[in-house]
């Protein structure tokens, strides 16, 4: 069923807990065991002429904030982080504004972070990741080895280019040719309109050429894989409605995932 806008808008009203917000004694006293950690993960990068340079952070806020609403009405509870919105985006570092890390950083980051998550107790520590650069994609495999070699073993992070992930998404998104074009243009008319520079979106011509094969030939940069302005896809056809229906979708996406992994501990 698509989750339409008044589904979307019951799920915000939920009160998702933030833990920049909380104090200690209020940590302490949380039942952690049945408590996810949701962290999502973006980066500073080029998002076309249009977009915000951080646009993969408002996707993986949104995306992290359905899952927690799905979680919690199967029993668990769900604890919201800071976003972690730097990472490894070689793909558009040609472009002003882009800020890429090292990958090496972001593993040992997020493997910290796991195994902090662990210390404390809590259930998992789950990412909502909208950034899919593959040098992003490689640290972040790279921390849940690093995680689970310390002990770590509940780091949860789907990997929206896997097959059955994208299968569930957009024909844009299954094209490859998806950056800061219809899907993700969709997500940010949906959270943050006031951020789209509509004008310039409705002006933007196709960019049909696919990321994915473009990086399958061997390219590593926007530029390299056809996208001269930082954007691939269709961006004057996005929509608040679709970016709605693809956040339900990611929410689900993210919270299948951990209960798959908490399934044998019988949480739910």
Known sequence: MTAGPRGRQEEATLPIRELAELTWEDVRDMDRPRTVVLLPVGAIEAHGPHLPLGTDGLIAVAMARAAAARLESRGLLALLLPPLEYSAAPFGAGFAGTLSVAPGTIAALVADLAVEAERHGFAALAIANAHLDPAHLGALAEAGRLAAARGAKRLVCPDLT???????????????????????????????????????????????????????????????????????????????????????????????????????????
Do not use: M, N
């Open 162 to 268: 896997r097959r059955e992930h994208a299968a569930k998404l957009t024909d844009e998104f299954r094209s490859g040719a998806c950056h800061a074009g219809r899907y993700e243009g969709s997500v940010v008319l949906a959270t943050r309109p006031d951020l789209v520079r509509s004008a310039i979106q409705r002006s933007l011509p196709p960019v049909p050429a696919s990321l994915s094969q473009a990086i399958r030939d061997g390219r590593t940069t926007f530029e390299q894989a056809g996208g001269p302005r930082a954007y691939f896809g269709w961006p004057a056809e996005a929509t608040a409605e679709e970016g709605e229906h693809t956040i339900g979708v990611l929410g689900g996406i993210l919270s299948e995932a951990v209960l798959a992994v908490l399934a044998p501990r019988s949480v739910a």
